[in-house]
């Protein structure tokens, strides 16, 4: 192996951060402060800084891999034009980024929690977590939710249960992100710990309607440009579906933030640079945050709700019920030649076995899953086709 110059590599990394140090906002957070559960003894010869390695460690996991076949917000559809999940992540990522730089923030920890912060989500989107949440209440062990499990997966379950030990401020932006819940202004509690994320993570699987706030700014902008990617994403893609027409959309909305996805993102982008300059929060201004909640309004009723892309909704059902079951008994009866040991329970650390429940094994195994390989595990006749559109 090639013999690196040691005394280089640390200069190079010293020099890094004294710069970030005068280049940043005294608002943001320095890669110099990333915290980790576990210290780790990486040598001189890694040179990269501590948000940027948390980047790197989610790129190569095998659940953000999944992300390929993840439902955004349209399932058993075939059009390669929709959004999926992986591409929503990339959005997100983006956006923030966009917003991180002009406020002067660290858009290392604003790309890893944006690349992080839907790892967990179970096949076809919010539907399945609706139908996870009733089977993990049935076996007590408390509801199913999406930022909960981003943060299981990548800690607790990843690298055959080792997790990747990620930076506090990163699983905590991760934990609190919740893009469904508006805001029209975000200040950061950055009084957290390791034990605090423990807590949060126990109080919100008991109380899904708990309100958590990222403990760094970075945490801020990622929960509002999750909003902003998906708001006006949602439409066109509903609009190529021809489930609404453009015409259809709220005229208060369009007055401020327009009828494209381009120009709504833009007018939200904007508006928060623009209102959180300097600032010790960020924020939308009183209009544009009122219009925004608005379209949030109308695309839960005509896109989220709409009645057309229901049509498989109890079938899934019933095979989430199938399968948690099936998964449950294999288990309980040692049936090694099913899939969840040959595929998930095979040479897990006992790190991950020792403290989770056969109910939460199975409920880790399922969330992971991709559309379509929930499919295959599913009895052929009762799996629903995928139609064209």
Same mark, same amino acid.
């Given at each position: 192996m090639k013999k690196?110059?040691?005394?280089?590599?640390?200069?190079?990394?010293? =020099?890094?951060?004294?710069? /970030?140090?005068? @280049?940043l906002s005294a608002l943001a957070t320095l890669n110099k402060d990333a915290t980790r559960r576990a210290v780790e003894d990486r040598g001189d010869t890694d040179y990269r800084q501590g948000f940027s390695i948390d980047v790197d460690r989610i790129l190569h996991a095998h659940a953000y891999a999944r992300y390929i076949d993840k439902t955004q917000v349209f399932y058993l559809i075939k059009n390669d034009h929709?959004?999926?999940? %992986?591409?929503? =992540?990339?959005? $997100?990522?983006?956006? *923030?980024?966009?917003?991180?730089?002009?406020?002067?923030?660290?858009?290392?920890?604003?790309? *890893?929690?944006?690349?992080?912060?839907?790892?967990?989500? *179970?096949?076809? #989107?919010?539907?399945? /977590?609706?139908?996870?949440?009733?089977?993990?209440?049935?076996? #007590?062990?408390? !509801?199913?939710?999406?930022? %909960?499990?981003? $943060?299981?997966f990548l800690d607790k379950v990843e690298r055959k249960g080792v997790g990747w030990n990620l930076t506090l401020q990163t699983l905590d932006g991760i934990l609190c992100h919740d893009g469904e819940v508006h805001n029209k202004m975000l200040q950061p509690d950055t009084a957290k710990t390791f034990e605090t994320l423990e807590q949060e993570l126990s109080v919100k699987k008991k109380d899904p309607d708990t309100t958590l706030v990222p403990m760094t700014? /970075?945490?801020? %902008? $990622? @929960?509002?440009?999750?909003?902003?990617?998906?708001? #006006?994403? &949602?439409?066109e893609d509903a609009i190529r579906l021809n489930l609404i027409n453009r015409s259809d959309l709220p005229s208060k909305c369009v007055e401020y933030l327009g009828d494209t996805n381009g120009t709504i993102v833009f007018n939200l982008v904007t508006d928060m640079i623009q209102n959180s300059f300097q600032k010790k929060y960020v924020a939308f201004s009183t209009e544009v945050s009122d219009a925004l909640r608005q379209l949030k309004k109308f695309n839960l009723k005509?896109?989220?709700?709409?009645?057309?892309?229901?049509?498989?909704?109890?079938?899934?059902?019933?095979?989430? *019920? +199938?399968?948690?079951?099936?998964?449950?008994? &294999?288990?309980?009866?040692? =049936?090694?030649?099913? $899939?969840?040991?040959?595929r998930f329970l095979n040479g897990m650390a006992p790190a991950y076995i020792?403290?989770? !429940?056969?109910? /939460?094994? +199975?409920?880790?195994?399922?969330?992971?899953m991709t559309d379509e390989y929930f499919l295959s595990q599913c009895p052929d006749s009762m799996r629903p086709a995928i139609q064209r559109m």
């Open positions: 690196f110059d040691e005394d280089t590599l640390e200069l190079a990394r010293s =020099v890094l951060d004294e710069q /970030e140090a005068g @280049r929709i959004t999926h999940r %992986v591409l929503h =992540v990339q959005l $997100v990522s983006k956006i *923030a980024r966009t917003i991180g730089r002009f406020l002067r923030l660290n858009e290392d920890l604003i790309e *890893a929690i944006a690349l992080g912060h839907d790892i967990g989500h *179970a096949p076809f #989107g919010h539907d399945g /977590e609706r139908y996870l949440t009733a089977l993990c209440k049935t076996h #007590g062990i408390g !509801s199913f939710q999406h930022n %909960v499990q981003s $943060v299981q700014l /970075e945490g801020c %902008v $990622v @929960r509002m440009a999750d909003t902003i990617a998906y708001i #006006g994403r &949602d439409v005509h896109i989220y709700l709409n009645p057309q892309i229901k049509g498989h909704s109890s079938t899934l059902k019933k095979l989430f *019920a +199938v399968l948690f079951e099936k998964y449950l008994a &294999d288990i309980e009866n040692k =049936v090694y030649s099913s $899939v969840i040991f040959n020792q403290p989770h !429940s056969n109910a /939460e094994i +199975v409920r880790d195994f399922i969330s992971g």
